[in-house]
C-alpha cells in the first residue's frame, strides 16, 4: 500500500506532473485551503503535507496555522515561486517543518518526502516486523485518527478493502478485533493528555470524540483497569518521587564557608596592646596641679566614676575653662 501526501496548490497542471513524477506515493491534491481543511477535518491516512502560499482565498500561512492547531505531529512542507527569506521566515515561524522553492528539485523534493514519511511512521509506533503491511496501515491510520472515533467503515475505505475482510485480517494478524485496537489506541492518547495537561476529564473525552464522559470513562477503566482519575493521581506521584529524588541533599548544597584570615599590611607592626579597664576600688587619681602663666597656680580635681573605675573631671560653676573645673589654691 502507498503513503499517501496531500498536495495542496492552485495550479492543476502543477498537481498533475508532481503526481506523474512521484508515483510511489498516492497523492491526494486539493485545489485551495478551504479544501485541504476538509480532506484533513475527515479520517485521512496522510503523513506529509505540501503546501503552496500564494492561492486565492486563503492564504498557505493561515492554513498551514490551522493544520498545526488541529494536528501539531502532522508534516508541513511549504512551496513558494518567490526565493524571498521573509517568506520562508514567516513559514518557519509558523511551525512549518521545511520548504521548497519552485521549480522544485525532483532528488531533493524526493529525499524530503521520504524523511517525513518515514517519521510519521516512527511517530505512529508500528512494531518492527511480523505484521503484514495491510494491517500496519491500518494501525498507522487508527493511531493518526484517534481523535476522530475511526470506524471500520473508514478503515475500509482507507486501504480499499471491505469491512468484513478488514476486521478478519486484523484479527488474524494481531490476536484482537479491530474494536480492541482502536479502544487501546484511545486509551494510551488518553494517559498521555492526562499526564501532561490540567484539562478536565469532560475536556478529554469530548476532545476524543466521546460526547458522553461516562461512556469514555467506562472505555479507560476496562482497559486501565482504573478511573482517568485514579490513573492522574499515580502519574502526579510518581512524577513527585521522580523529582524528590533528583533533588540534592541539603548537605550536599551547602558550601563551607572561607576562614576568614586578616589581611595585614607589609611592614605593620604588632598590634598594640588593649588598654584594661582599672578594677573595682582602685584609688582615683592624684590631683594634679598646674600652673598657668598670670594666673597663678591651680588644681584639677578628679571624681571616681559611679563603677569604681576610672574617673573623670569634676565639673564647678566657677573657673570652668574649656569644660573643665578648676579651683585656685
Not at 505540501?50 to 496555522?65: A, H, I, N, Q
Not at 467503515?153 to 474494536?179: C, H, I, M, N, Q
Not at 502519574?235 to 564557608?257: L, Q
Amino acid at each position: 500500500m502507498k503513503d499517501a501526501i496531500l498536495l495542496v496548490d492552485d495550479n492543476q497542471a502543477f498537481r498533475e506532473e508532481f503526481r506523474e513524477c512521484f508515483d510511489m506515493y498516492e497523492v491526494v491534491q486539493a485545489a485551495d485551503g478551504a479544501e485541504a481543511l476538509r480532506i484533513l477535518s475527515q479520517a485521512h491516512a496522510i503523513c506529509l503535507v505540501l503546501l503552496d502560499v500564494m492561492m486565492p482565498g486563503m492564504r498557505g500561512t493561515e492554513v498551514l496555522r490551522r493544520i498545526k492547531e488541529a494536528d501539531p505531529n502532522l508534516g508541513v512542507v511549504i512551496l513558494t515561486a518567490y526565493s524571498s527569506k521573509d517568506v520562508a521566515v514567516e513559514a518557519l515561524k509558523a511551525h512549518a517543518d521545511d520548504y521548497l522553492e519552485k521549480p522544485i528539485d525532483l532528488a531533493k523534493t524526493r529525499a524530503l518526502i521520504e524523511k517525513y514519511v518515514a517519521r510519521a511512521r516512527d511517530a505512529d509506533g508500528m512494531p518492527p516486523g511480523g505484521i503484514p503491511e495491510t494491517v500496519e496501515r491500518i494501525q498507522r491510520f487508527v493511531r493518526r485518527n484517534v481523535r476522530r472515533r475511526v470506524t471500520l467503515d473508514d478503515v475500509a475505505a482507507a486501504v480499499y478493502l471491505s469491512p468484513k475482510y478488514v476486521s478478519r485480517l486484523f484479527k488474524e494478524a494481531t490476536g484482537k478485533s479491530f474494536t480492541e485496537f482502536r479502544s487501546e489506541a484511545l486509551v494510551e492518547r488518553a494517559r498521555e493528555l492526562l499526564a501532561e495537561t490540567g484539562s478536565s476529564i469532560a475536556g478529554i473525552a469530548a476532545e476524543l470524540g466521546y460526547e458522553n464522559p461516562e461512556s469514555f470513562i467506562r472505555v479507560f477503566k476496562k482497559v486501565s483497569r482504573m478511573t482517568p482519575r485514579e490513573f492522574r493521581t499515580q502519574a502526579a506521584r510518581r512524577d513527585e518521587t521522580r523529582t524528590e529524588t533528583k533533588r540534592p541533599s541539603r548537605a550536599s548544597r551547602v558550601r563551607p564557608r572561607p576562614a576568614r584570615v586578616a589581611a595585614k599590611s607589609p611592614g605593620a607592626g604588632p598590634k598594640p596592646a588593649r588598654r584594661r579597664r582599672p578594677e573595682a576600688g582602685a584609688a582615683a587619681p592624684a590631683a594634679k596641679t598646674v600652673s598657668i602663666s598670670g594666673t597663678g597656680s591651680y588644681t584639677r580635681e578628679t571624681r571616681p566614676r559611679a563603677h569604681g573605675g576610672s574617673s573623670r573631671p569634676g565639673r564647678r560653676r566657677s573657673g570652668c575653662h574649656r569644660g573643665r573645673s578648676w579651683r585656685r589654691r
